[in-house]
C-alpha cells in the first residue's frame, strides 16, 4: 500500500517522524560508498561510523531506502540500489522495529530522484553510531572482505 | 567609537597600510556571477575594481607548537573558481577585497604617501556598515547570515632605515634584532605568539614578521607587520568586531613594546 | 592580505603581498618539515574535495574547501612529523572524519564544519564507550591522545629475584 505523504514544514520539506505505514519487519536499506571502508590495525577492513551519521541541516537525518515500498513497486531492490550514479559499493539492512527500539524515528521522504527514499532521524550519540547501528545491521548488498563493525578489542 | 585612552599614540608612526578582514563559511545560493550585486553594494564609494588571484581558506588552530611551518602552504585541486576582487576608492587609498568567503577592509598609503591614516575607529566603524550590508544581500538569496569563522587585522609598517649600507642599523629600531658586530646583507624574521584567555584558552596567534625590502622608490626599509588572527568569540558579526577591537589593542602595544626609545622618539610617541 | 608594493631586497622571502600572484601549480605541497603525514593526507583531501554530487547514493556533497583546509591545521597542530598517518573519511554533508585506528586505542575527529569538530577516543583508560567532546580551535587534548595511543608501553619492572 502506498505510503500517506510525510509531514512537511512551511518550505516544504519534510519533517521528522516515525511513520506508521511502515511496518516493524520492513527492511530499511542504507547505500554504503567504498568512501567509507577503513582498516583496522591488524589489517581487517570495516565500516567508518560516518557510515550511520545523519545529515547536517534543518531536519537532517540518515538517508535510506524503503525496502517494502521498492518491491511493492514491483521492482528487484538489489537491481534498484544498483541503478545510482555513482555507483555504491554496497548496502546494509536495518529492520524498522529494531530502529525504533533504540528510539530512532523512521519516515518517509520521497524525492523527486527517488520515491522510495526515507530517513533515520532520533539522537545519533556516539554510542548510537559507532555501537548500536553497526550492531542492527547486516549486509544487504556484501562488500566483499569488508565487516560492518568488528568486536571491540581488548584495549592495553 | 573613541580611541582609547591607554593604548600609545604617535604622531609620525611609520605605518603604511592597515588590514581588517574576516573569513566565513560560503554562503548559500552566491555564486561568482553575482559578484557584479555584490559590487553593486559599495560601487559608490568603491568605483573601479580589479581581479587579482583568491586567497585559500586560513584558519589559526592550537595543540602542538608549530614553529618551523610558517607560511606552509598547501594546494588542493580544484581551487573553487572565485577570484578575488578588489573594489578600490577614488583616491586609491581604501579597497575592499572580495571572495566567496572573505571581506577585507584594507587602507594604505598612496602617491607621495602623505595621505593621513583615518585611524582604526573610522576603519572599523566602515568595515562593520560593510559587513552588515553584505550580510544583507546574502540573506536575500537564501534565508541566512554570516557565519563568520576566522578574523584578522594587521599593521603594516614601512621603517625607513637612514642608513641603509648597513643593515645591522635595524637594530636601532627593533628591540628584539641584536646584530652587535655582524653585518648581515639582509634578514627576515617571523615570530609567533599564542594570545591566551583568563581561562587559559588560545584567543588567537600574534605574528611579527620583519624582512628587509625595498620600496618602489628603491628606497631600503624595514617591514614590520603585526597581524592577529584567529576564531572569533561567536560567529557573528558583533563577535567579529570585538575580536578585531581586541586585535588592534594588542597590535598596537605590541608595536610599541618591540620598538625602542630612539624610534618612538623619531615617530613622535605621545602617549 | 596587504595591497603593499614593496619587493623583497636580495632573497625570496615568503609574502602576504596581495597584488603578488601566489598561485603556485596545483596540487604541489610547498614543504612538509618532515611530516610523514602530510603527503598522503594531501592526496587524500584532494580525491575527497573533488567526489561528485551523489557520491554516495543519496543526496551526499564533496568535503567543502574550508573543511578540508581546517582538516589540515587540526592535523599541523595535533600530529608530529612521526605521527602515524590517519585515514579520512567524508560526510554527506561536506563534512569529514579524520580517524586513528591503533592498536592501543582509536580516535575519531569529526569535522562538522572550521571551529566545529566532534572529537571522541577511545583506549585503556577510557572504558568500552569512549569519550567524546566539543572542540573548536584547541586540539591541546588530541594531541595528548595521540601520545597516549603511540607511546611505547612501558615495559614492567621485573621484580627483583
Keep these: 500500500m502506498p505510503l500517506s505523504p510525510p509531514p512537511r514544514d512551511a518550505h516544504g520539506k519534510v519533517m521528522p517522524h516515525d511513520h506508521q505505514g511502515i511496518g516493524s519487519a520492513d527492511g530499511i536499506i542504507r547505500r554504503i560508498s567504498e568512501q567509507w571502508i577503513i582498516t583496522e590495525p591488524d589489517g581487517r577492513k570495516r565500516l567508518s561510523s560516518i557510515a550511520f551519521n545523519p545529515s547536517s541541516g534543518p531536519h537532517g537525518g540518515m538517508s535510506v531506502d524503503l525496502q517494502a515500498q521498492i518491491e511493492e513497486a514491483g521492482l528487484n531492490c538489489r537491481e534498484f540500489l544498483s541503478t545510482t550514479s555513482p555507483q555504491c559499493a554496497g548496502s546494509i539492512r536495518f529492520e524498522a522495529g529494531a530502529l525504533r527500539r533504540a528510539s530512532l524515528q523512521v519516515g518517509f521522504d520521497p524525492l523527486l530522484s527517488n520515491a522510495h527514499h526515507g530517513e533515520v532521524w532520533g539522537n545519533f550519540t556516539d554510542s548510537m553510531k559507532k555501537r548500536t547501528l553497526p550492531g542492527l545491521a547486516t549486509w544487504f548488498v556484501e562488500i566483499e572482505g569488508v565487516a560492518i563493525s568488528v568486536r571491540p578489542r581488548p584495549l592495553s | 567609537m573613541p580611541r582609547p585612552d591607554d593604548l600609545p599614540d604617535f604622531k609620525t608612526p611609520p605605518l603604511y597600510e592597515v588590514a581588517l578582514g574576516v573569513q566565513f563559511t560560503p554562503t548559500t545560493g552566491y555564486q561568482q556571477v553575482r559578484v557584479g550585486e555584490v559590487w553593486a553594494l559599495f560601487r559608490e564609494d568603491f568605483p573601479s575594481v580589479q581581479e587579482v588571484a583568491p586567497l585559500p581558506p586560513t584558519f589559526e588552530t592550537f595543540g602542538l607548537p608549530q614553529g618551523g611551518r610558517v607560511g606552509t602552504q598547501i594546494n588542493l585541486r580544484p581551487m573553487p573558481g572565485h577570484s578575488r576582487y578588489w573594489f578600490i576608492s577614488p583616491s586609491e587609498d581604501e579597497l575592499l577585497q572580495f571572495q566567496q568567503d572573505r571581506l577585507l577592509h584594507n587602507w594604505r598609503k598612496v602617491g607621495d604617501k602623505t595621505n593621513e591614516y583615518p585611524r582604526f575607529d573610522a576603519l572599523i566603524e566602515k568595515f562593520e556598515k560593510e559587513l552588515r550590508t553584505l550580510e544583507t544581500y546574502f540573506s536575500s538569496l537564501a534565508p541566512q547570515s554570516l557565519k563568520i569563522n576566522q578574523c584578522e587585522v594587521s599593521y603594516i609598517n614601512h621603517i625607513e632605515i637612514e642608513n641603509s649600507a648597513s643593515v645591522a642599523s635595524a637594530q636601532d629600531w627593533l628591540n628584539f634584532v641584536r646584530f652587535d658586530q655582524l653585518q648581515p646583507d639582509d634578514f627576515a624574521m617571523t615570530f609567533r605568539r599564542v594570545i591566551f584567555s583568563p581561562e587559559d584558552k588560545p584567543l588567537g596567534r600574534l605574528i611579527y614578521e620583519t624582512v628587509l625590502a625595498l620600496t618602489e622608490n628603491n628606497e631600503t626599509i624595514v617591514q614590520l607587520t603585526l597581524t592577529f588572527r584567529g576564531a572569533p568569540a561567536g560567529t557573528d558579526i558583533n563577535a567579529a568586531i570585538d575580536f578585531l577591537q581586541y586585535g588592534r589593542r594588542l597590535a598596537v602595544q605590541s608595536f610599541k613594546e618591540i620598538t625602542t626609545d630612539m624610534a618612538h622618539q623619531k615617530w613622535g610617541m605621545v602617549s | ?161
Design chain 3, 1 to 161: 592580505m596587504t595591497a603593499a608594493q614593496v619587493r623583497r631586497r636580495f632573497r625570496f622571502v615568503k609574502t602576504d603581498d596581495a597584488s603578488e600572484n601566489r598561485m603556485t601549480p596545483v596540487g604541489y605541497l610547498m614543504t612538509n618539515f618532515g611530516q610523514k603525514w602530510r603527503e598522503p593526507v594531501i592526496k587524500r583531501l584532494n580525491e575527497l574535495v573533488a567526489l561528485q554530487s551523489g557520491w554516495d547514493g543519496y543526496d551526499g556533497i564533496a568535503v567543502t574547501f574550508e573543511n578540508a583546509y581546517f582538516a589540515v591545521g587540526i592535523l599541523d597542530a595535533c600530529c608530529r612529523g612521526d605521527d602515524p598517518t590517519p585515514q579520512i573519511v567524508p560526510g554527506a554533508s561536506g563534512d569529514l572524519q579524520i580517524e586513528w585506528h591503533l592498536e592501543k586505542g582509536d580516535i575519531e575527529l569529526h569535522i562538522v564544519a572550521p571551529n566545529d569538530v566532534h572529537a571522541w577516543h577511545v583506549d585503556v583508560n577510557t572504558g568500552f564507550e569512549g569519550e567524546g567532546m566539543l572542540l573548536t580551535n584547541d586540539f591541546t587534548a588530541v594531541v595528548r591522545w595521540i601520545k597516549n595511543l603511540t607511546e611505547p608501553t612501558r615495559a614492567t619492572v621485573p621484580a627483583a629475584s
